[in-house]
């Protein structure tokens, strides 16, 4: 892979260390989309558009001063740049919301390291880990600063495909026994070259070390597609709660595109 691909493992690792004290709440979410270790190519900018929308969902705001996510809409513009093969730049921004409660607010940005096994979309075997480093509005989270630890694990198995997301949110200050468990798994089928269905699973568990009562966890599958077209690439779903603390209806899209392409 390249002497300059050894520095993976020794960057995750000094990055990971970092995240151990700070602290992700969770909540609303901007990005409802599991990490396949698929970059942009070396030089090229990519524009991600993420906007989901709740139908019905949970009434209870997550926390005081919070909006709830039902009738609600949120979403981010994500901007990326492949550095090299094996590492892209994320900058999420703005980040928004359209709420009953609130109306259209500004929820803050998020920046984005995300590391991944070099041309991932060729081997059968895939992996990869992300970071993020995110500024709140009081509104969208009790805490000003948060992050997510994000590997990837999965297997082009053709038509087939398996990938999983063991998220790591930073529930509270106060290091590893923090640590709060909220995976994101899909599996796809490849109907034709550009075009797949596919079901996903987004779940949190609750902290690690205190995993909350099949009640309080959250659990959604989805129903999703992804088409791709001379314009843009478009990842569309539904989702279903599968218990009282999750949202029982919700809408997502993804519309991506390279903005310089490679020619």
């Known amino acids: 892979m390249g002497a300059s691909f050894k520095t993976f493992t020794q960057g995750a690792s000094l990055i990971a260390l970092s995240l151990l004290i700070s602290r992700t709440a969770s909540g609303q979410t901007d990005e409802i989309q599991v990490y396949d270790a698929g970059i942009a190519d070396v030089g090229v900018f990519n524009l991600t558009w993420h906007n989901n929308f709740t139908p019905v969902g949970v009434k209870e705001p997550a926390f005081p001063g919070a909006f709830s996510n039902n009738h609600t809409l949120n979403g981010v513009t994500e901007w990326a740049y492949g ?87 930073n529930s509270y200050y106060g290091g590893p026994k923090s640590l709060d468990f909220a995976p994101a798994t899909r599996v796809a089928y490849n109907v034709k070259d550009k075009f797949a269905l596919a079901i996903e699973h987004y779940a949190d568990f609750g902290p690690l070390r205190n995993i909350a009562p099949g009640r309080d966890q959250f659990h959604q599958v989805y129903g999703v597609f992804d088409k791709s077209t001379k314009f843009c690439d478009i990842e569309a779903g539904i989702g279903f709660g599968l218990n009282s603390s999750s949202d029982r209806v919700t809408l997502k899209l993804l519309l991506s595109k390279d903005l310089n392409p490679k020619k």
């Open 83 to 169: 550095v090299t093969p094996w590492f892209e730049a994320g900058l999420y921004l703005p980040l928004y919301s359209i709420s009953p409660d609130r109306g259209a607010t500004i929820n803050g940005g998020k920046i984005r390291l995300l590391f991944v096994r070099p041309h991932a979309d060729d081997h059968k075997f895939f992996y990869g880990m992300n970071f993020e480093f995110s500024y709140n509005s009081a509104h969208w989270d009790p805490r000003r600063y948060t992050s997510e630890i994000r590997p990837i694990v999965g297997w082009h198995l053709k038509p087939v495909d398996i990938i999983f997301n063991p998220i790591l949110d």
